[in-house]
């Protein structure tokens, strides 16, 4: 029996996760207490996104959720307090920003909250959130016609990932010398139970209570499985010792781990970690 072991939320970019006991799934990702997944987004002064890809520190910055605020911390720095609440439409401002290929508009945070990401990461840079009325269309091309969208997620709008699947990969690490890894360096917004090593890949859906999740492309890895999420420092790359075997042709030989998935029926469901999931292999 499939089970929902864990549920993590981020709500900026490339920064720490929040561990939720429980979380809204929605189409265009997890949302808690009115905060979604990937809302916000660090960019620099281009307005090109920033991640831990260039930039390990951002691990560090470490958000909370409070009643009307996001609360944000990080090593060496005062807390930083940001409104939930949206700004007025006529008068916050707004940038162009880029999530690698797409441009949209996104509000603007204030020069202090510039100034504190600046400092904290080490860089020029502001902090933007998303606009309620754009919507950033995933790639058809994977999703078989179906329309989906997403945040400031790189590109889908939830990433599944099997707790066995580590485990296997945690196998396999230790074979070859290396540490094993926690979760957290594959930044998974929903963690699986109950199933074997690397069945989310061959999912046709999960189902949680009226509402579809399904797996439509493999999460192709970047460096970031390399940064300790902990301390922001880059460790040895596991990613080599994976290569032999998840390298995904359909994908050009990128090494996957994880599946991004859409919601394709229901939707603004209340998930729980513990709970029974529908799942079933697609062969």
């Not at 997620?153 to 074979?175: H, M």
């Not at 540490?179 to 929903?190: E, G, I, K, Y």
Request: charged letters at 25%; a negative charge.
């Amino acid at each position: 029996m499939a089970i929902l072991s864990d549920i993590i939320l981020y709500p900026i970019k490339s920064c720490a996760g929040i561990h939720l006991r429980e979380a809204v799934l929605t189409h265009t990702g997890l949302m808690s207490e009115h905060v979604f997944d990937r809302e916000w987004m660090v960019v620099d002064e281009q307005g090109r996104f920033l991640t831990q890809r260039e930039h390990p520190r951002m691990a560090l910055i470490v958000p909370r959720i409070k009643a009307s605020t996001l609360e944000l911390r990080a090593p060496g720095m005062l807390r930083l307090e940001i409104e939930l609440g949206l700004p007025d439409p006529q008068r916050a401002p707004m940038l162009d920003v880029h999530v690698w290929d797409d441009t949209l508009r996104a509000y603007d945070c204030d020069d202090v909250t510039a100034a504190w990401f600046s400092n904290a990461i080490g860089v020029p840079c502001r902090l933007v959130r998303f606009h309620p009325d754009v919507v950033r269309a995933t790639s058809a091309k994977w999703t078989d016609g179906v329309a989906a969208s997403t945040m400031f997620a790189d590109g889908y709008p939830v990433l599944v990932a099997g707790a066995a699947s580590l485990d296997d990969v945690n196998d396999k690490l230790r074979a070859a010398g290396r540490d094993a890894l926690p979760m957290n360096r594959f930044r998974p917004n929903l963690v699986i139970g109950g199933i074997g090593p690397f069945e989310e890949d061959y999912a046709d859906f999960l189902q949680f209570g009226a509402t579809v999740l399904k797996p439509v492309k493999p999460c192709s890895r970047c460096p970031i499985p390399s940064v300790d999420q902990a301390t922001g420092v880059p460790g040895p790359d596991p990613l080599d010792v994976m290569y032999g075997y998840r390298a995904k042709p359909e994908l050009d030989g990128a090494i996957c781990f994880g599946m991004n998935a859409i919601v394709t029926q229901g939707g603004d469901e209340r998930i729980v970690v513990g709970q029974d999931i529908g799942f079933e292999l697609a062969f």
